[in-house]
């Protein structure tokens, strides 16, 4: 029986041959630990009865006082249902479209088409939801819009669409995906890129038609990129578009509108009792982070990369 061959042994690393890549990642580390890491000390509000006049340092320290205001602020089983349900329709039906879209997008066989579209799909990414929320409410004025004028031009009676509790979550759902879809399939033709075009033309020899190569050959070569992308996205479910639902907003449809990051802003600066945001806030990172763990390791023992 053959000895199986020792491991050879790594060469030691000589840190004095790498200190111009060393010295090209100190701005980088040092804007992880200033703007990342550094804020993480401010935690500690969610433990005292905090006072700007006293500081960090001189605020009373009462515990876990403030989470228990939290969760027996009426408000708060509203906000959670808000939150989660917004959160959890966005990832179901705005998560596959994306990769739809790019398998779509990656059948065109004109390359300037392409580009074109690629390029039209990601522009929304980049206007502000100020922006985006207040075309919308131009197209669905009640005076002049035009969905208004073609509802009366069909007999029915014009709707004040921006008030109306129903129409909140569906609205938001969609003009999230409109906006992002584009720009979220990107990575996804970054990946199609990647697969060996020989696997293609080993699948044509066999007879397989494009819609069998696109199941056994271009889905299985973007698997570990949906995995990962879905890992990220899943402790995302405790957060929302913090920027559309604040836009979106109003005493009408407050109900429907208040999520946690609407809460935290509400409570923490429109009514200074900034204890009580940050132990929201604490709330929600700690959630976040016990999701991505566990989708993580669920998705390692299936025989998946993590990210970590």
């Known amino acids: 029986m053959t000895k199986p061959r020792p491991r050879a042994a790594r060469p030691p690393i000589r840190w004095e041959r790498q200190w111009m890549l060393l010295l090209m990642a100190v701005p980088g580390v040092l804007t992880l630990l200033l703007f990342n890491y550094g804020p993480m000390f401010g935690t500690v509000v969610a433990f005292q009865n905090f006072k700007i006049a006293n500081g960090f340092f001189g605020s009373e320290f009462v ?34 479209l994306p990769i739809l879209f790019a398998l779509l997008l990656n059948e065109i066989r004109s390359i300037r088409y392409k580009r074109v579209v690629q390029t039209v799909s990601y522009l929304p990414h980049f206007v502000s939801w100020l922006i985006v929320i207040g075309m919308f409410q131009k197209l ?43 720009w979220n399939a990107i990575i996804y033709l970054a990946a199609l890129t990647s697969i060996n075009m020989d696997l293609y033309e080993a699948a044509t020899v066999d007879g397989a038609g494009r819609f069998k190569q696109l199941l056994h050959v271009t889905l299985p070569g973007i698997r570990p990129t949906i995995v990962i992308l879905l890992i ?73 990369e993590g990210v970590y």
């Not at 876990?64 to 990832?91: C, E, H, Q, W």
């Not at 819009?145 to 029915?156: A, D, E, I, Q």
Request: aromatic share 8%.
């Open 140 to 182: 669905l004025a009640v005076e002049d819009g035009v969905v208004n004028r073609m509802l009366v031009s069909f007999g029915m009676d014009k709707i004040n669409f921006m008030v109306q509790p129903w129409f909140m979550w569906p609205f938001a759902i969609l003009s999230d995906m409109w906006k992002e879809t584009g």
């Open 232 to 304: 990220l996205a899943v402790p995302g479910v405790v957060s929302s578009n913090v920027d559309q639902m604040w836009v979106l907003g109003n005493l009408a449809v407050r109900d429907v509108t208040e999520v946690i990051d609407t809460y935290v802003l509400r409570t923490g600066i429109g009514s200074t009792q900034y204890s009580l945001a940050a132990a929201a806030g604490l709330v929600k990172s700690v959630i976040s982070v016990i999701l991505l763990v566990t989708v993580n390791t669920i998705s390692k023992k299936m025989g998946e």
């Open 63 to 96: 515990g876990l006082a403030n989470f228990r205001r939290l969760f027996d602020d009426p408000m708060m089983p509203l906000v959670i249902r808000n939150t989660l349900g917004l959160s959890l329709l966005k990832l179901l039906l705005g998560f596959p």
